[in-house]
């Protein structure tokens, strides 16, 4: 009973042809394409509409893929960005506290002047110094 069933399906198997155009379009066909054609054997019509069917699923899940690595990308771009904007923040925030406490308590205080000798701060220049300092810590240390 087998070889009789097989007898009457073996007339239903053609040949299928597979090729790809200019564009890289992968295309599956009864009859063959005039020039660069790859002969599928014993493949039915129905099997490469499900062949084509599951390329383009596989494409589809594959451009999605690649879609969620970018996005993946950019956001771990956006985290070391915005890690990296805190970390000077805190620095900034750290020395201009640091400055606000040696203009708090220090009685006598200096800077330098670009020929390397000790300028010492008058009341005027220390009291404008401090009001920088704690302008600057109000705006790092929030």
Same mark, same amino acid.
């Given at each position: 009973?087998?070889?009789?069933? =097989?007898?009457?399906?073996?007339?239903?198997?053609?040949?299928?042809?597979?090729?790809?155009?200019?564009?890289?379009?992968?295309?599956?066909?009864?009859?063959?394409?005039?020039?660069?054609a790859?002969?599928?054997?014993?493949?039915?019509?129905?099997?490469?509409?499900?062949?084509?069917? =599951?390329?383009?699923?596989?494409?589809?899940?594959?451009?999605?893929?690649?879609?969620?690595?970018?996005?993946?990308?950019?956001?771990?771009?956006?985290?070391?960005?915005? =890690?990296?904007?805190?970390?000077?923040?805190?620095e900034?925030?750290?020395?201009?506290?640091?400055?606000?406490?040696?203009?708090?308590?220090?009685?006598r205080?200096?800077?330098?002047n670009?020929?390397?000798?000790?300028?010492?701060?008058?009341?005027?220049?220390?009291?404008?110094?401090?009001?920088s300092?704690?302008?600057?810590? =109000?705006?790092?240390?929030?």
């Amino acid at each position: 009973m087998f070889f009789v069933c =097989a007898l009457f399906a073996l007339p239903a198997a053609g040949e299928l042809y597979k090729w790809v155009d200019g564009s890289g379009k992968v295309h599956y066909s009864d009859q063959p394409p005039t020039v660069g054609a790859q002969t599928v054997r014993g493949a039915s019509a129905a099997e490469a509409a499900i062949s084509e069917q =599951a390329t383009q699923s596989l494409s589809a899940r594959e451009q999605a893929y690649q879609k969620r690595l970018k996005e993946d990308e950019e956001a771990k771009a956006k985290a070391g960005k915005e =890690a990296e904007q805190a970390r000077l923040k805190r620095e900034n925030c750290d020395k201009a506290r640091n400055n606000l406490v040696t203009l708090q308590n220090k009685t006598r205080v200096y800077s330098t002047n670009t020929a390397g000798q000790r300028v010492y701060l008058d009341d005027r220049a220390r009291a404008q110094a401090l009001a920088s300092s704690q302008k600057a810590v =109000a705006e790092n240390c929030r």
